[in-house]
């Protein structure tokens, strides 16, 4: 579903916020979470967009919540998760931590509220074990094989640092067994962007591992990595399609066990990214050689997506009464404020300047980003000094603020 904050919205929240601010829509959220209803168990990725508001509403929706810090762990209990596991059985916990390590507060965290660990690495095993035998844990394992978007974001084989090896998972199995832990199932997210192909041997590498493991398992969880169309004319992802690779797979995985299992998705972008735009201002446009560009005033401080892995994000552009530009286009280079060429909205993954073909515009017009609701608020920085910018939450004709503009004397305080 696309965006449905209008064109008045978007210039009603520059008056009322300030450039440049993050909108999010709540039907967008919700429909998307729909879409996903088939799976026993939807974990929402939080890294993804973890504003507690949007938690909540996730939370209200039904969704489960993977958290990957202490501080997502933290957001997940503010917006009301509860926090043992056994709410509703290991299987169901509302809260996972997924990680490769466990810094010490993590790990104190974790015990004292019971919360399932999704492992990466044996020591993880061996540190929570010691913590707290009978500890619920899942294994997160690398297959072999990876597939992303990005070289970034792709989380399996050898040039991964994620997840346990698949042919240690013997191993895992063995220090399980030593410190008492309590297994509750396999994990294997390989990327993010993945693709049916990918899909299919990820179903297959699955029910190889399974049958590693004792028939005590009660859970499977297929990671996140669903892609979005962030380019015109690209496909959704066929949930319906994807549910069912996924669930002959777990038919075979239950005729092995001989019983039922509990199947989860983890996204973060599927349920988010369609959902956020983030709206900048137009400050100064100059010609610099052959190339013509627009500067706004948001930096990849804020939106690194395109600085990061040259991610594509459509931008529109609008006069100060939301009413959108329609003159002829032309080829624009879209930059930010930052001291820094790479601070630029419109380039390919290794940082060749792009442009996008974007009407005359005047100083103070909006230029908005759109799909940006997953990995944009959550990856913003303070590089340059530069504070974190407002969050709005737009459900309907509501309009509600959900994280203020920091200021710089709250930047400057903590190194007081
Ligand atoms: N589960 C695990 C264990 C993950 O590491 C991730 C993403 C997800 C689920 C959710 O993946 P998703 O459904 O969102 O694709 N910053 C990058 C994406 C990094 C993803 C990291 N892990 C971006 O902006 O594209």
Redesign the pocket.
């Known amino acids: 579903m696309s965006n449905a904050i209008s064109p008045a919205q978007i210039a009603q929240i520059a008056r009322e916020f300030a450039t440049p601010c993050w909108a999010y829509d709540a039907q967008v959220v919700r429909s998307q979470i729909a879409r996903l209803r088939q799976f026993d168990v939807i ?1 929402f ?1 939080q ?2 967009s973890s504003n507690i508001h949007l938690l909540k509403l996730m939370r209200e929706e039904g969704v489960m919540v ?1 958290s ?1 810090s202490l501080g997502e762990v933290e957001r997940a209990l503010a917006a009301g998760y509860a926090p043992n596991a056994q709410v509703n059985g290991a299987a169901h916990a509302p809260i996972v931590f ?1 990680a490769d390590l466990l810094d010490k507060n993590a790990l104190q965290r974790v015990v004292e509220l019971n919360i399932p660990v ?1 492992c990466g690495s044996p020591q993880m095993l061996e540190q929570l074990g010691l913590a707290h035998p009978g500890h619920p844990v899942w294994l ?1 394992i690398n297959p072999g094989f990876g597939h ?3 070289r ?2 792709n ?1 399996g084989g050898e040039q991964s640092k ?1 997840g346990i090896w698949h042919e240690y998972l013997p191993q895992a199995l063995a220090l399980i067994k030593q410190y008492g832990l309590q297994l509750v199932g396999l ?1 294997m ?1 390989i ?4 693709d049916y192909a990918h899909l299919q041997s990820v179903c297959d590498a699955m029910l190889e591992q399974v049958k590693l493991c004792g028939s005590d398992l009660q859970a499977i ?1 297929i ?5 979005i169309p962030y380019q015109e004319g690209e496909a959704l992802v066929d949930t319906e399609h994807y549910f069912q690779i996924w669930d002959q797979a777990r038919q075979k995985i239950e005729a092995h066990l001989g019983h039922k299992i509990s199947m989860e998705i ?6 988010v ?1 369609q959902a956020g735009i983030l709206i900048s201002e137009l400050r100064a446009q100059k010609q610099v050689g052959n190339n013509f560009f627009a500067m706004v005033d948001a930096g990849f401080n804020d939106l ?2 395109p600085a ?2 040259g ?1 594509y994000h459509r931008i529109s552009t609008h006069a100060p009464d939301g009413s959108p530009r329609t003159s002829t286009a032309r080829a624009t280079v879209v930059a930010g404020p930052l001291c820094e060429s790479g601070d630029v909205f419109t380039q390919e993954d290794g940082g060749v300047v792009t442009s996008q073909n974007l009407p005359a515009c005047e100083i103070g017009d909006l230029f908005v980003f759109h799909d940006t609701g ?3 608020a ?2 913003s920085s303070n590089y340059n000094s530069r504070p974190l910018i407002p969050e709005i939450l737009v459900d309907g004709e509501q309009i509600r603020q959900i994280r203020r503009r920091q200021t710089v004397q709250e930047l400057i305080a903590l190194e007081l």
Request: aromatic residues 6%; without cysteine; charged residues 20%.
């Open positions: 974990r990725a890294k993804a993977d990957v997924t999704n997160r992303g978007h990005s970034k974001t989380t994620h994990h997210h990327g993010s962007g993945v969880s990671g996140g990595g669903l892609s983890e996204p973060g972008r599927f349920l990214a690194a997506r990061m892995y991610s997953a990995y944009g959550s990856m």
